[in-house]
């Protein structure tokens, strides 16, 4: 079953600095937020691209059941490694519904 957030819910995660893998294949997001939840953001935020998630994942070790949050460009490449993640027997997987565009409008309604 996908597991789709949006911009609130990511918002969530890191102002309650909630541990979790940010694999960030767009552009950072870091310079939205200040002191603490910026500093939790850098912790767990990774630029990576699509090819590199998996070779990502396997040098950190990350345990299959540890949550994973992926964001792309427009959720497409976000989709694509979700499945794959699943098939690799990752179990706690989170796309960003519509990607760092989405995001952004998202975040600008506020």
């Known amino acids: 079953m996908l597991n789709k957030i949006n911009f609130y819910q990511l918002d969530n995660l890191i102002n309650n600095r909630v541990p979790f893998l940010f694999l960030n294949m767009s552009e950072s997001i870091a310079g939205w937020y200040t002191s603490v939840s910026k ?7 990774i630029l990576t691209g699509p090819e590199q998630v998996l070779p990502v994942l396997a040098e950190r070790k990350a345990p299959k059941d540890y949550a ?30 519509g990607g760092y565009q989405q995001i952004v409008t998202e975040r600008n309604q506020i």
């Open 39 to 45: 500093m939790h953001l850098n912790t767990y935020e």
């Open 68 to 97: 994973i949050v992926l964001l792309c460009t427009d959720g497409s490449d976000s989709l694509k490694l979700y499945s794959e993640l699943e098939k690799q027997g990752y179990t706690n997987v989170y796309v960003i519904d």
